[in-house]
């Protein structure tokens, strides 16, 4: 993946991956843009997310996935649309609009709406058995909050039924879920939650560049990672690889370091 050697460098996982993951979300890119992200990030990119309801209103739909998945890219569609079709009591639709589609991964989530968890453990178990299931955990609304032991709680459940990765809420904007209202890491939550969940098996929404840092600088270049913009994919992977001046120093031998700047 790298151009030229260079020592000193954390060592990087190589798809396909079960750490070191990232997850791009696509709001809205046309099939040439898609073209051009596959050319530039596939090797770095791991999943696409069709943001929330987005692929029911995408032109040329079937084209884009396409070309993600000739690039190796797995595609899924927003945790969101699942909600908007379980609460309508349409949930063998939405398996057929996947199976159409030719997808072999899907999001659950339950951050608009309130679903049982028992009967969310449920439609994960039922979905492991034909695709590979990533559940969501956390609100959407800045407002609910859910202790850490329900987040240990709902996060292990998932797992058990059937999820093969969790994903820790952070919405697009990044203010919610295990980040506070200023966009700063619940770092509280988020230890509490890694002293009884292994990290391998969360992905972190991290957003905005402050936030990919932050999980990088505590938990390693090979930290699962997801929401990112399309245009930052390229620049995570020198933050992992420190390459860019907020990981500089992470990797570097103590030697080195006296060259820090204080």
Same mark, same amino acid.
């Given at each position: 993946?790298?151009?030229?050697?260079?020592?000193? =460098?954390?060592?990087?996982?190589?798809?396909?991956?079960?750490?070191?993951?990232?997850?791009?979300?696509? %709001?809205? #890119?046309?099939?040439? !843009?898609?073209?051009?992200?596959?050319?530039?990030?596939?090797?770095?990119?791991?999943?696409?997310?069709?943001?929330?309801?987005?692929?029911?209103?995408?032109?040329?739909?079937?084209?884009?996935?396409?070309?993600?998945?000739?690039?190796?890219?797995?595609?899924? =569609?927003?945790?969101?649309?699942?909600?908007?079709?379980?609460?309508?009591?349409?949930?063998?639709?939405?398996?057929?609009?996947?199976?159409?589609?030719? #997808?072999?991964?899907?999001? /659950?989530?339950?951050?608009?709406?309130?679903?049982?968890?028992?009967?969310?453990?449920?439609?994960?178990?039922?979905?492991? %058995?034909?695709?590979?299931?990533?559940?969501?955990?956390? @609100?959407?609304? @800045?407002? /609910?909050?859910?202790?850490?032991?329900?987040?240990?709680?709902?996060?292990? +459940?998932?797992?058990?039924?059937?999820?093969? %990765?969790?994903?820790?809420?952070?919405?697009?904007?990044?203010?919610?879920?295990?980040?506070?209202?200023?966009? +700063?890491?619940?770092?509280? #939550?988020?230890?509490?939650?890694?002293?009884?969940?292994?990290?391998?098996?969360?992905?972190?929404?991290?957003?905005? %560049? @402050?936030?990919?840092?932050?999980?990088?600088?505590?938990?390693?270049?090979?930290?699962?990672?997801?929401?990112?913009?399309? @245009? !930052?994919?390229?620049?995570?992977?020198? #933050?992992?690889?420190?390459?860019?001046?907020?990981?500089?120093?992470?990797?570097?031998?103590?030697?080195?370091?006296?060259?820090?700047?204080?």
């Amino acid at each position: 993946m790298l151009n030229i050697d260079l020592p000193f =460098l954390p060592e990087r996982s190589l798809k396909p991956r079960q750490t070191g993951i990232a997850m791009v979300m696509d %709001k809205s #890119l046309s099939v040439r !843009e898609a073209e051009d992200l596959v050319s530039v990030g596939n090797d770095y990119i791991d999943y696409v997310k069709l943001g929330f309801g987005t692929s029911m209103v995408t032109h040329d739909l079937q084209k884009k996935i396409k070309v993600y998945k000739e690039g190796g890219i797995k595609v899924y =569609l927003g945790g969101t649309l699942f909600e908007a079709f379980f609460i309508r009591d349409r949930f063998d639709d939405y398996r057929k609009f996947m199976d159409q589609l030719g #997808l072999d991964t899907v999001e /659950i989530s339950d951050g608009s709406m309130s679903i049982d968890h028992d009967v969310k453990c449920e439609h994960i178990n039922i979905l492991s %058995k034909q695709y590979t299931v990533l559940s969501e955990v956390g @609100s959407k609304e @800045s407002g /609910i909050l859910i202790s850490p032991n329900k987040w240990i709680e709902m996060m292990q +459940k998932e797992l058990q039924a059937g999820s093969f %990765k969790v994903i820790g809420e952070a919405r697009e904007s990044g203010n919610v879920g295990i980040y506070r209202p200023t966009g +700063k890491a619940h770092v509280a #939550l988020i230890n509490k939650i890694l002293s009884k969940v292994d990290i391998q098996k969360i992905i972190w929404e991290a957003p905005l %560049k @402050s936030q990919q840092v932050w999980f990088i600088k505590h938990f390693g270049a090979n930290v699962n990672l997801g929401n990112i913009p399309p @245009s !930052e994919i390229i620049p995570l992977e020198t #933050l992992r690889l420190g390459l860019r001046g907020d990981t500089f120093f992470q990797f570097l031998p103590e030697k080195l370091k006296k060259y820090q700047q204080v």
